[in-house]
Nanobody, 127 residues
């Protein structure tokens, strides 16, 4: 079992920045691809970003490229999402997740590839 706790969400004006953290416990996340997803009210959960277990390959949804950066600190069993140039349409609950299988990142953008999820952190961007 892995427990994930996200933090760092909040209210920010358009153009601002936030840094989300996802602290894992119960198991080391170092062999696993880690992902961030988000869900806005009335919408389906969507892929935001992922980072493979080696930390040398990052993946982003098109609308996040150039604005968001995913990173990880395996020593602290933590994953981060730096979000810059935030827009009102980025408003959502953001979730981190651990991949279902170790050393695998082929389907990083599918929620089905992830086995454990955090409770989410709210990000609200005002215009």
């Amino acid at each position: 079992q892995v427990q994930l706790v996200e933090s760092g969400g909040g209210l920010v004006q358009a153009g601002g920045s936030l840094r989300l953290s996802c602290a894992a416990s119960g198991r080391t996340i170092s062999p696993y691809t880690m992902g961030w997803f988000r869900q806005a009210p009335g919408k389906e959960r969507e892929f935001v970003a992922a980072l493979n277990w080696r930390g040398d390959s990052t993946y982003y949804a098109d609308s996040m490229k150039g604005r968001f950066t995913i990173s990880r600190d395996n020593a602290k069993n933590t994953v981060f999402l730096q979000m810059n140039s935030l827009k009102p349409e980025d408003t959502a609950v953001y979730y981190c997740a651990v991949a279902r299988y170790p050393f695998y990142s082929e389907t990083y953008d599918s929620s089905l590839s992830y086995a454990y999820w955090g409770q989410g952190t709210q990000v609200t961007v005002s215009s």
